[in-house]
């Protein structure tokens, strides 16, 4: 790869720089890969106060699936198993997988979301939210889980997204082929692509180089360990790292037989029979053919994507969890064409001061409160949730997963309807402005 110094920095900065007087992020590295031909840009803050740069160490988080992946198409093409072994082959005595139907989960069904798994274990759920909810997970609890759990369809009828599939696959692969997840990242997949700031946790002697993880509120967090569902989200790395893995991906594109780009391959077919969205082993793949893989940690927001048709592709690594990130995917295939679309313009503290009061749903009081140049949802018994502005009357709840629209009557914001799920829930305003 050849570095390319500054060369879309001015279109980079314009699209990041919104999010930043937004206070939306702490910190971003943008990755750019050309044909061969490689930026990174880093902007707010990283270690020592410092701008982060290509080697400042992220969380991935849900994008460690593609390594993932990689790690069993690798094992396939071994022949160390096949698409098709039962999960429960690979499990100890005493330790049943759940089935549905008497249909049996395999590990091809981990791999494409396709087992029926839940998103997490019932343990972790059982909890409720906390400070680092893999953090612990060891063996012996995923085998307890593993027994009690029930599959919400049948395997290989729906494809249901879920941490506990990919991160009982990575396990299951530590365990067949030696040495745990975080060896087989080292040996067979670091060590080749010469991935030098690439781990499963962050090794100590680096600790310093990390970023620190901020919620929505760009309040300091716990780092997340995953333990035994690490092949879930527990990749440390840098945009560096990222870059590399995107040339290696598109050189498998083209047929290399270098290091891993058959396995590479692999993940790259398209595993859904229909037209449109698809998805490979580890991968996403748009209606127009783009690879992509993101999600958040408790302090991180990652996203990956290439471009086999244009050689193209971004990488965004973010010390703040925030999904509307995932917008600036897209925008950056956009700066890479020479086509930059207009910043995005968020709501400022002006702005957003008509939506500060008091609403009820039925008998229910909430309030939404400005604090400095933020707003925030408050409820009796409640946390209070910053709504970040996606527009001036629209805010995006990230901890719920929820979009709040603040609707007027005549001049004045009269209700705020909540979407939850499918459904919509519609909070009347009930003070006197």
Known sequence: MIPEAGRHHDDVEAQIQPYLDGEIVSGIVVGLYDAGKVETYGFGKGPNHAPPDATTLFELGPATKVYTAILFADAVQRQEVALETPVADLLPPGVTMPTKNNVEITLRQLAVHASGLPRIPPSISAKGPTADPFGGYGEDALYRDLVRTELAVVPNTTVLYSDYATGLLGFLLGKKLGGGYAKLVA???????????????????????????????????????????????????????????????????????????????????????????????????????????????????????????????????????????????????????????????????????????????????????????????????????????????????????????????????????????????????????
């Open 187 to 433: 040996d067979r997949i670091a060590k080749p692509l010469e991935l030098r700031d690439t781990f499963v946790g962050t090794p100590p002697g680096l600790a310093a180089r990390r970023a620190t993880g901020t919620n929505d509120d760009l309040a300091p967090v716990a780092a997340w360990t995953y333990d035994a569902l690490a092949g879930a989200g527990g990749i440390v790395t840098s945009a560096r790292d990222q870059l590399k893995l995107i040339d290696a991906e598109l050189d498998a594109v083209v047929g290399s037989t270098a290091p891993l780009r058959r396995a590479m391959k692999l993940t790259q077919e398209p595993v859904l029979d229909r037209t449109g969205d698809n998805e490979g082993f580890g991968w996403n793949i748009d209606a127009a053919g783009r690879y992509w893989h993101n999600g958040n940690t408790g302090g991180f927001h990652g996203f990956l994507g290439f471009d086999p048709k244009t050689k193209r592709g971004v990488v965004i690594l973010a010390s703040t969890a925030t999904s509307l990130l995932d917008r600036l995917g897209d925008t950056m295939y956009k700066v890479l064409d020479g086509q930059p679309p207009p910043p995005v313009k968020f709501a400022t503290a002006a702005q957003l001061a008509p939506l500060v009061g008091n609403y009820a749903i039925g008998d229910t009081k909430i309030a939404v409160v400005a604090d400095k140049n933020r707003l925030y949802l408050e409820g009796q018994g409640e946390p209070r949730h910053r709504l970040v502005p996606i527009s001036d009357h629209e805010m995006w709840i990230e901890v719920l997963g929820t979009v709040a629209i603040f609707q007027k009557e005549g001049d004045k914001v009269a209700r705020v309807v909540f979407g939850v799920g499918d459904h919509t829930l519609t909070a009347n305003r009930v003070d006197a402005k």
